[in-house]
T-cell receptor, first 114, second 109 residues
Framework: KAGVTQTPRYLIKTRGQQVTLSCSPI?????VSWYQQTPGQGLQFLFE???????NKGNFPGRFSGRQFSNSRSEMNVSTLELGDSALYLC?????????????FGEGSRLTVL | AQRVTQPEKLLSVFKGAPVELKCNYS??????LFWYVQYSRQRLQLLLR??SRESIKGFTADLNKGETSFHLKKPFAQEEDSAMYYC???????????FGTGTSLTVIP
């Protein structure tokens, strides 16, 4: 089974720009979550999508948004980038139902904002 | 408010010595706790979950609701245990996890 795939792996943007990150989950997984990882804060939950619906949302400003497509692929968008948005953005997929608890992580998209 | 605390950012032990990585949590509901591990140049992956009460790679963790702790233990550390360890708490709704800030474990040969 192919793992969780995130693209792009690295990107550099300037303040004020916007960015879109993509995540392809493991086949059959319907839940996709996004996390922001920074050295000082660790992993912070952004949002979770399940069957194209946002099921949970973390405490991030409205500049952070996401969506999920019918094939479970997900994208997250950050508008009006700020220097503090520089981070590793991790996507994780899971079955999302029943006893399934395990998150399967991608390698992340490393965003640098200049 | 939900919170997971890992008080040690860095932990070094000698090979063969016992190791304990601390994790404390605060959560108003019934907690589900996990340990995730990230080895060098690998993805973050599940190590163990309290609900399974299992031992993985010699590691165990017991949920202590009285002390709100979920410490990770191994009696004899191995060099291959060197990694970053994250304690995580799953919210009751959906698939939202709260992660600690992680402990970097180094096992000295």
């Amino acid at each position: 089974k192919a793992g969780v795939t995130q693209t792009p792996r690295y990107l550099i943007k300037t303040r004020g720009q916007q960015v879109t990150l993509s995540c392809s989950p493991i086949s059959g997984h319907r839940s996709v979550s996004w996390y922001q990882q920074t050295p000082g804060q660790g992993l912070q939950f952004l949002f979770e999508y399940f069957s194209e619906t946002q099921r949970n949302k973390g405490n991030f400003p409205g500049r952070f948004s996401g969506r999920q497509f019918s094939n479970s692929r997900s994208e997250m968008n950050v508008s009006t980038l700020e220097l503090g948005d520089s981070a590793l953005y991790l996507c994780a997929s899971s079955l999302g139902t029943g006893d399934s608890r395990e998150l399967f992580f991608g390698e992340g998209s490393r965003l640098t904002v200049l | 408010a939900q919170r997971v605390t890992q008080p040690e950012k860095l932990l070094s032990v000698f090979k063969g010595a016992p190791v304990e990585l601390k994790c404390n949590y605060s959560y108003s509901g019934s907690p589900e706790l996990f340990w995730y591990v990230q080895y060098s140049r690998q993805r973050l992956q599940l190590l163990l979950r309290h609900i399974s009460r299992e031992s993985i790679k010699g590691f165990t963790a017991d949920l202590n609701k009285g002390e709100t702790s979920f410490h990770l233990k191994k009696p004899f550390a191995q060099e291959e245990d060197s990694a970053m360890y994250y304690c995580a708490l799953k919210a009751n709704t959906g698939n939202q996890f709260y992660f600690g800030t992680g402990t970097s474990l180094t096992v000295i040969p």
